[in-house]
């Protein structure tokens, strides 16, 4: 059975359950690997983290997991992220907070490397260019690796002794996989930032040798009444329904 990809979920549970439920209606799934960001702008980090822990459930961390824990400077941070991983860290429980810090800032899972911004800034690198994707493949000891963190779909290919080449992928993206490495963004399940709202997912199928990317409509009016309900900054809400 494949695996199932996602990234960047960002306590949104309305866009985890559809997810959740269109890669069990399409092919299912036995195991859920995660580019971190669990948690962090959204309204509901205990039902996403509650609801993965039901799961075979492979993560790293992101950089949002980090700063709900405090173990990361939010100066960084745009104000309403900041104000959001503050909201976030308060309303973890212990338990949840042991969860995440539990997360590995790299991982490796079969042929797989799974990392939040990329191998050699694994909290803050937006991997997007070919200079860094040569990076990446430098440092990449499997054959493929999996990134999050820019909330976009696209994957790099290696071409030894020339440039990586990116390639944007689509909702229904099939991609054959061979001897050339890769670099896969499954996108964000929680925050899509391309101008789709629908949340993003990737499924990878050892035995079929494929990897395709999925895209598939929430309820992102919910999300946004309960941000509002919470005292998130109601601009959290408001870019979920523009997919931005
Ligand atoms: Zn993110």
Known sequence: M???VISDL??????????????????????????????GYGPDPAAVISTLQTLDFVAVAGNHDLA?????????????AAAAAEWTAMTLTPR???????????????????????????EWEYLLSAEQADAQFALQTTPYSIVGHSHLQFWFEEHPGGAPVMRTARDGTTLQLGPTRLILNPGSTG????????????????????????RVAYDAQ??????IDTGLPPWLGERLLEGR
């Not at 919910?222 to 941000?227: D, S």
Request: glycine letters at 6%.
């Open 222 to 227: 919910t999300t946004r009444r309960k941000i």
């Open 68 to 80: 709900a824990l405090g173990q990361m400077s939010t100066s960084e941070f745009n104000p309403v």
């Open 10 to 39: 960002h306590s949104n549970i309305e866009a985890l359950t559809a997810v959740l439920s269109d890669a069990g209606a399409r092919s299912g799934f036995d195991v859920v690997l995660c580019a971190g960001d669990i948690v």
């Open 191 to 214: 925050q899509p930032r391309d101008g789709d709202p629908r949340a993003e997912y990737m499924l990878y199928d050892e035995a079929a040798a494929t990897v395709t990317w999925h």
């Open 96 to 122: 949840d907070r042991a969860y995440l810090e539990s997360l590995p800032l790299i991982r490796e899972y079969d042929a797989i490397t799974l990392v939040h911004g990329s191998l050699r800034s694994p």
């Open 2 to 4: 494949p695996a199932l």
